[in-house]
């Protein structure tokens, strides 16, 4: 197996198969099932041709998932150094009109305290949040008709006038691509939408296909508009969702592959006791952090999150999913008052600090294992150049600038 692992730091792609393959290699050594270290084949083309193309090199004879986290971590720290970017999180509403089957803010659940923050009390989150060092802010909400999609676009031509140093990132899920484009327009710079699976079974597993519904067909198609428009993009899945198979994770990394994200977040699956998967098992933080590792290797510069949710399911989670090879973590800026509020998943952390609290928390976190967090917009390396002559506006500029340098035939 450890040919795969060469062949993806080589091509940065492979077949679903050989994904499928990998995947499955990971599992069984984590479930014990494998015959322990050094698991490779012994009849492999490529590592022979590998051997002789580099005669006395030795081959890695630690486990399999070891070897994987420590090529993740040297890539990342190739990149990036040991800068950890952050991104000032707002949740600005916890309405919704959708009923995703995990999760805790879904429209049919009744027992939520619903929250709309208003235009000056999102302000006041970003100044807070510019006085502690983010350059970036995060406005992320429900799909929520109460909050008018041209409203947020005033909302984010105000935050760009006010911090024209900073970056806006909206997820505020699926819209048409005029609405896309508006907000384009109006300053934003990057955009948010996890696909969750790439396996259209396994999406209406995940989604209603009746009341309103949701289709795999449609959340590409507003991945392949945002791409088009010129935000950097991000995508991702949950990790342990129910119905979740080594063939649907495959799907899920040809489906990145082929996007070219410049950002893709993941996170495990973890129930919500209000929600129709409220007695399913949860995803686990090793599982996670492998996948945060393949991804790093699939996409060297992709600007890749360690998630609350994974601090959520491990108190270190957040500090191994930078030495499995994330660089960057999203501390909530929201205002305290309705932290709880949104609970996507049960037993969400950091709902009762103040953004202070939070950023110094993780900073303490970074240091403990030679990290930093920086002061920066914390781009794409591909779009760095745009952004510094302020090519925002610019979209044929970002077009022409913002490949990701491993693109190639990319087909979405
Ligand atoms: S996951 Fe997003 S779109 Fe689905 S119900 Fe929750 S907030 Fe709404």
């Not at 950097?232 to 063939?247: I, N």
């Not at 601090?311 to 501390?331: F, H, Q, S, Y």
């Amino acid at each position: 197996m450890i040919r795969l692992l060469d062949k993806l730091e080589r091509d940065r792609r492979l077949t679903k198969e050989e994904w499928v393959r990998l995947l499955a290699a990971l599992e069984a050594e984590a479930s014990g099932e494998s015959e322990g270290p050094g698991v490779r084949e012994k009849s492999d083309s490529y590592q022979t041709q590998r051997a002789q193309e580099a005669p006395g090199e030795d081959t890695p004879a630690r486990p399999l998932s070891k070897e994987l986290t420590a090529r993740a971590r040297e890539t990342a720290r190739k990149t990036f150094g040991n800068r950890v970017y952050t991104r000032g999180l707002v949740e600005f509403t916890n309405y919704c009109r959708n009923n995703c089957y995990y999760c805790g803010i879904r429209a049919g659940n009744q027992n939520v305290d619903r929250y709309r923050l208003t235009a000056d009390e999102i302000m006041e989150c970003c100044r807070e949040g510019y006085k502690l060092g983010f350059r970036t802010f995060v406005l992320q909400g429900g799909e929520d008709p109460g909050f008018p999609d041209r409203t947020l676009a005033h909302l984010v031509t105000a935050i760009k006038s006010e911090y024209p140093d900073c970056a806006v990132t909206l997820s505020v899920g699926e819209r048409d691509r005029a609405t896309y484009q508006m907000w384009y327009d109006a300053g934003a710079d990057r955009y948010l939408l996890r696909h969750e699976t790439a396996d259209p079974d396994h999406y209406r597993l995940l989604h209603p296909s009746a009341g309103r519904p949701l289709s795999l067909a449609n959340r590409i198609r507003c991945l392949r508009d945002l791409k088009e428009i010129g935000y950097q993009v991000g995508t991702g899945f949950m990790v342990g969702s129910p119905g979740q198979s080594v063939e649907t994770m495959a799907e899920d990394f040809v489906l990145i592959q082929e996007l070219q994200p410049h950002m893709v977040g993941i996170g495990p699956f973890v129930p919500h006791h209000d929600t129709p998967f409220a007695k399913e098992k949860g995803g686990t933080a090793e599982q996670t952090l492998r996948c945060i590792s393949l991804l790093r290797l699939l996409l060297p510069q992709a600007l890749i999150p360690a998630t609350t949710a994974l601090g959520t399911i491990d108190p270190a989670g957040r500090e191994k999913g930078i030495l499995a090879g994330a660089n960057v973590v999203m501390p909530n800026l929201s205002p305290t008052a309705v932290r709880e509020k949104y609970e996507l998943y049960d037993n969400k952390i950091c709902t009762g600090e103040e953004a202070a609290e939070c950023r110094g928390c993780l900073s303490g976190r970074m240091e403990l294992i030679g990290y930093e967090l920086a002061v920066d917009r914390g781009d794409h390396p591909s779009r760095e150049d745009a952004q510094s002559r302020g090519d925002h506006s610019s979209h044929e500029i970002q077009q022409d600038r913002g490949d990701h340098p491993s693109r190639g035939g990319g087909k979405l």
